[in-house]
């Protein structure tokens, strides 16, 4: 239970902000927040049934952090385009169909989550997020993506990708144009093989393959340079090869003979199952 409980730290970890040993103030309440604007950096209305945002937000100067998840938002609110100093946005499981075709007034943003939203074109949608060139890590899982867009290919900051949740059969031949790629989330969708390209990509020590249709992974694998690897529920899969410095790897509901991957792997990988 330890070890899976470390793993699943190591896939899903969140980070506390801490600055001269204290935590940065979280505020809960708009009213509140407005009445100390200048000091507000980080406001959570997450599970408000909100519909909408008032003007006054924009008051709210000094933002980096906003959590509008689990909300009741049918399109991405104008307000937050006059929010300058915004970093993160949480608009995880909401209500949203479309997005605005130009999202590149988010100028500072660096995380967005448009997780499990009801798109009407999901890849479309994704396709205008693309427009927001400083992001750094993006989670559009859930949304039934049934394509990777090149157009995310341009984000040259990303480092943390989730497209899980879709039907995905095959990733870009450029892939690797994602230098700065370290964590790549592809769970549940319908992909089977690689292009050489995502074999150059030097960044990525974070792969999860959970739940795909593979019944081998391609040798070209002992390239990367992997420090978790998901590759559980791939009940067909029944042969990997050795990927050196892994540390934690997940086999559950696999056809993969553990005994051999620990000799391949050596005494220095976790192996769950």
Known sequence: MARKLLFVALL????VRVSA???EKVYTNLPQALASAPAVTSLSLKGQELKQLPEDIARLVNLESL???????TALPPQLFK??????????????TTLPADMSGLSSLVIIRLDANPFTSPAAEL???ATIATLAELNFSANKINAFPTELLQLSHLTDLDLGYGTIRE??????????LKRLVLTKNLITTFPPAFFKMASLNNLDLSYNNFTKLQDEFSQLSLDVLDISFNKNLTAIPAIQGLRYINIKSTHLDSEKLKTALGEGSMILM
Do not use: M, Q, T, W
């Not at 990733?171 to 700065?180: A, E, G, N, T, V």
């Open 21 to 23: 040993g204290s935590v």
């Open 83 to 96: 929010l300058k100093k915004l970093k993160k946005l949480y608009l995880n499981n909401n209500a949203l």
């Open 171 to 180: 990733l870009p031949k450029d892939i690797d144009r994602l230098s700065h």
């Open 12 to 15: 899903f970890a969140c980070a």
């Open 67 to 73: 959590d509008l998840s689990y909300n009741e938002f």
């Open 127 to 129: 396709k205008k997020v």
